[in-house]
């Protein structure tokens, strides 16, 4: 439940049981509701707020019992419709008229009134209920349906579904890896250039068969990975635009300049001036500011005649709600140096060459972060924005949390990929195991409130677990699917 909102359910559990109403409850049809007993508080168990309510509407009494809600919606969002221990609730009330409906309906099919409570209060407490509402509003989280139902599902299946789908989302990945390869094999056969435009590939793709022999280009692979690093460096707001500028600005391209003396230099100034993030106007900025985009224009100037992909502006990217750690500069500041270790470092041939050693665990865990995990430097360590500096150097371009989403989300589903495809079963059954026994150091939102939901604070969580967690919100918990998931099976028997 949301801790304000069971703060402000609690005020009208106070009302509802002194029945201070500065008028008669009626439903939305005119009838009116006489309460004859409010019941008992249930502050002890999962279900209705009230038992053993006695309540009279028009010429018919119940008893039963009564569900005090925010919104209509909580009704349906927080899994009541599901539930059978709200099958005997004979009132609903809610506080706020948002999306209100007159009715809302029992798992068993039975129709039961909603009233909205807040005109039927004093004129004080509609103020204090509104202001509530509207604050409540402005920070509003999710909450599985199964929220109070949950406590009484076994730990252990709880977290052996997580593991299930958690192994379903890495096996999706892999799917989506494998394809996309034989996409790259198949356009580089055909001699055609992503991505100018949107292929509709036809039955000779889909016939085709391929062989571990057209995987073998090592830059098809460092394609892949980079696609997929700044992808992932785009964060939501900005990962379609980052993996567009991946595959305007790739591979092939970059490896002519790889042999100069200042090749970063050179990475950083196509990234910068084709995103079209430069600035233009350099009057109120900063010498050190003014030097940095004089260099970036001026290295342009010299490469841009090798260029003949799609350029993008400063309008495509999002700032909006972002924390600056999370600013398109910083992440191509970020972007361009993971491409220098891509590039000149040969990370694809290392990270292959630790899954086929015999390296412990933790000591393979240890390298492949030092491989993404990537220190500020330069110009974008005390910058966000090229108009102004930070108040603190930034410490990390790719700090460890985001090196980790990384390698889950990146180094294990392609490598599990390219170890089958190359029928290396060792390797492969070594980064699978990797993947179940991966400890992150990172959560996000959605993984917070899935686990609090789901009372797993302090157990043991693993990587496979968090995706696990990331699937059952995205493929069942806002898809309403409750009674498909073996969570909410139970939970709502």
Not at 51 to 62: E, P, Q
Not at 89 to 103: A, C, D, M
Request: positive net charge; hydrophobic residues 40%.
């Amino acid at each position: 439940m949301f801790k304000e909102g069971t703060i402000r359910e609690k005020f009208i559990y106070e009302i509802w049981k002194s029945k201070d109403f500065i008028k008669t409850l009626r439903t939305p049809d005119g009838q009116d509701i006489e309460i004859i007993d409010s019941g008992e508080n249930n502050k002890d168990f999962a279900g209705p707020d009230f038992f053993n309510s006695r309540i009279r509407i028009g010429s018919l009494t119940f008893n039963g019992d009564v569900e005090i809600d925010i919104r209509h919606s909580d009704w349906k969002s927080h899994g009541h419709n599901l539930d059978k221990k709200y099958n005997k609730v004979i009132l609903h009330l809610v506080l706020s008229r948002e999306k209100f409906y007159p009715q809302v309906y029992t798992q068993d099919g039975r129709r039961i009134n909603s009233v909205c409570v807040s005109d039927f209060i004093k004129e004080d407490l509609q103020s204090s209920v509104r202001k509530a509402i509207n604050s409540e509003r402005n920070n509003r989280a999710f909450v599985m349906p199964c929220a109070e139902s949950n406590k009484n599902v076994d730990l252990s299946k709880k977290i052996n579904f997580l593991a299930e789908l958690g192994v379903q989302r890495f096996k999706q990945k892999e799917r989506k890896i494998f394809f996309h390869l034989k996409e790259m094999v198949y356009l580089k056969e055909m001699k055609i250039r992503e991505p100018v435009v949107h292929y509709d590939f036809g039955e000779d793709f889909h016939n085709k068969k391929f062989s571990s022999e057209d995987f073998n280009d090592p830059i098809l692979w460092k394609q892949i990975i980079y696609e997929m690093i700044f992808e992932a460096l785009g964060y939501s707001k900005n990962k379609k635009i980052m993996l567009d500028l991946a595959k305007a600005v790739n591979i092939e391209f970059l490896l002519k300049f790889k042999d100069d003396e200042n090749f970063l230099e050179k990475i950083e100034s196509i990234l910068f001036n084709v995103s079209g993030i430069l600035v233009k106007d350099h009057s109120t900025l900063t010498e050190d500011t003014v030097e940095y985009l004089r260099n970036a224009t001026e290295l342009w100037t010299t490469l841009k005649n090798e260029y003949d992909g799609i350029m993008f502006k400063n309008e495509d990217w999002n700032y909006f709600k972002l924390r600056p750690h999370n600013f398109p500069t910083v992440r191509l500041a970020g972007g361009s140096r993971f491409l220098l270790n891509l590039l000149t470092n040969d990370i694809v041939g290392k990270i292959i060459e630790q899954f086929t050693s015999d390296i412990k665990p933790i000591k393979l865990t240890a390298g492949l972060r030092n491989l993404f995990i990537i220190k500020a430097d330069g110009f974008w360590q005390n910058h966000y924005v090229f108009d102004k500096n930070t108040k603190e150097a930034i410490k990390y371009f790719i700090g460890l949390a985001r090196a980790d989403e990384m390698i889950i989300n990146v180094v294990l589903p392609t490598f599990a990929v390219y170890f089958e495809i190359f029928e290396n079963n060792d390797a492969s059954r070594r980064v699978k195991s990797m993947y179940l026994n991966y400890q992150q150091k990172s959560r996000n939102n959605i993984v917070e409130r899935v686990a609090t939901s789901l009372n797993l604070k302090g157990s043991d969580i693993k990587s496979v677990h968090i995706q696990g967690m990331l699937e059952l919100f995205r493929g069942y918990c806002i898809r309403e699917k409750c009674l498909k998931c073996e969570i909410g099976k139970v939970a709502f028997n």
